[in-house]
């Protein structure tokens, strides 16, 4: 219903469909690796690099770059990076006047392997300062979304608060389960689109997740039961899954040369968002957004590798 009615007023060119992410903004510390380090071993980096990056702000410069009209709430450290985190996200497009400052910003400490793959520590420091009185005092802007997009790297009482606050607003609610954190069990009825990976699926069941789509179709209903109304999984190069009450689809991936993993689901959750504000199906949303991370693996670091609308429109006339 809000779907429709953002879609029809887009056309008229009355409103745009407007995205609002609250969630984490972080320095990227990312070394390259040929292999991971095991518990007790020191291994030689070949690259190291200081980069933009955090869930929450990685997903709104993919909204951004997709053509989506987005405003990020969150907050910075008062340090030496913290300038240089805001115009990352500014030079994308992204609104930033929702972003604060405070403590110290958070920041990761990444491995990449030689596959692509990495490993993430995650320190959240400003992430985690946001108060309930900040949020309250952006009302008016959560009044505009129409898309709340949320992850899991700012304190899970701030996200049960948003959760609850946004109840009664209009926007759609997309939670990135990531990373995983003990919750109450009732804040997924609060969601209605669940995006996860495979380890993040398991935490959530509490259980491996099976190799059989088909099985894990069955699983997915457990989360259904909850309250979600739609459930993405992410299974990086094995593509996605996608279900609500009605359908289930896969969708493969793309083959291409992973370089470096990081921000391919981000950039699958903007670009996803970015399609849905535009009142394509999600059928057309994923497939999009399933482009649109491949082309990000194709390239080293976060918000860096996020390919703008065009670069993936080329990508996709050029597989076919
Ligand atoms: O999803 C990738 C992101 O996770 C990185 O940019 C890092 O900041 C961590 O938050």
């Not at 070949?46 to 405003?71: D, L, P, R, S, Y």
């Not at 990076?81 to 994308?92: E, G, P, R, T, V």
């Not at 008016?140 to 946004?166: G, N, R, T, W, Y």
């Amino acid at each position: 219903m809000i779907e429709k009615e953002v879609y029809h007023k887009r056309k008229e060119g009355k409103i745009m469909s407007k995205v609002v992410v609250l969630g984490s903004i972080n320095v990227d510390f990312t070394t390259q690796v040929n292999v991971f380090p095991k518990a007790g071993e020191t291994v030689r980096g070949e690259h190291f690099k200081v980069t933009a990056g955090g869930k929450g702000a990685n997903q709104a410069v993919a909204c951004a770059k997709m053509g989506a009209e987005v405003a990020m709430i969150g907050k910075v450290g008062e340090d030496s990076y913290s300038s240089f985190l805001i115009d990352q996200l500014k030079d994308a497009g992204v609104n930033t006047k929702h972003v604060l400052k405070e403590g110290i910003s958070g920041r990761t400490f990444i491995n990449v392997d030689a596959n692509g793959e990495n490993t993430i520590t995650y320190v959240p420091g400003a992430n985690e300062m946001l108060t309930e009185n900040e949020i309250e005092a952006m009302d008016e802007l959560l009044d505009e979304a129409a898309f709340l997009v949320l992850q899991q790297e700012i304190s899970p009482d701030m996200l049960k608060f948003v959760l609850k606050k946004v109840r009664s607003k209009k926007c759609q609610v997309l939670l990135n389960a990531a990373p995983s954190q003990a919750m109450e069990e009732d804040y997924l009825s609060f969601v209605d689109t669940l995006v996860v990976n495979e380890v993040e699926l398991a935490y959530l069941l509490n259980q491996a997740v099976s190799e059989n789509t088909h099985e894990i179709n069955k699983e997915l209903d457990v989360l259904l039961a909850k309250g979600v109304q739609k459930i993405i999984v992410t299974l990086g190069s094995k593509g996605s899954l996608f279900k609500n009450r009605d359908h289930f689809f896969e969708t493969p991936a793309y083959k291409v040369k992973a370089i470096d993993t990081t921000g391919a689901g981000d950039t699958f959750i903007g670009a996803y968002v970015s399609c849905k504000a535009q009142g394509k199906t999600d059928r057309e949303a994923i497939n999009f957004a399933t482009a649109a991370s491949a082309c990000t693996v194709t390239k080293a670091g976060a918000q860096d590798a996020i390919p703008t609308e065009a670069r993936v429109k080329q990508f996709l006339s050029n597989k076919r």
